[in-house]
């Protein structure tokens, strides 16, 4: 994981801290916060689990819970709800809130590429991208793609 992805999430995630300061008292005392992702536990997300691990978020004064989901229009309809202060998401689907009227933020870009994978039988002949043209693939249920299924 590139050091710059996991400066990014780190600061997002101190700005998140930063808006409500720590209880005072003696002992050092962590506050539950909920860090949804917009999808089950995959290496795209491995900055924040790796965050974790290494106490980063306990720097920061956060007891961080990862939370998974099943989907970016998921996460962010339930950041705009206030069931969450901070998710991951793709750009589009975060467009798409805001163009519906989600009041979410988009602070920052972690990833430089979408990791997106398609995938097949060995018995359609595709080894290439170039392959795919004229063919369908499925798209799974909840993504930001407005059909079950798209024409290449």
């Not at 999430?9 to 930063?18: K, N, R, S």
């Not at 005392?29 to 795209?44: N, S, V």
């Not at 978020?57 to 202060?85: H, P």
Request: hydrophobic content about 40%; proline content about 7%.
């Amino acid at each position: 994981m590139p050091k710059r992805i996991c400066a990014l999430l780190l600061t997002v995630i101190f700005l998140v801290a930063a808006c409500r300061p720590p209880e005072k008292s003696s002992a050092p005392k962590l506050r539950p916060f909920e860090f949804l992702i917009d999808w089950q536990a995959e290496p795209t997300y491995l900055g924040i689990y790796y965050a974790k691990e290494l106490g980063q978020f306990e720097k920061l004064g956060l007891n961080v819970s990862i939370v998974q989901s099943w989907g970016a229009n998921q996460a962010v309809t339930a950041v705009a709800a206030g069931r969450y202060k901070i998710s991951t998401a793709s750009g589009g689907a975060t467009v798409l809130g805001y163009n519906s009227g989600a009041e979410n933020s988009f602070p920052c870009c972690p990833l430089s590429k979408i990791p997106t994978v398609i995938y097949g039988l060995l018995s359609t002949g595709v080894a290439r991208p170039k392959d795919l043209e004229g063919k369908r693939i499925g798209i799974y249920p909840g993504s930001i793609t407005k059909t079950n299924s798209m024409r290449l």
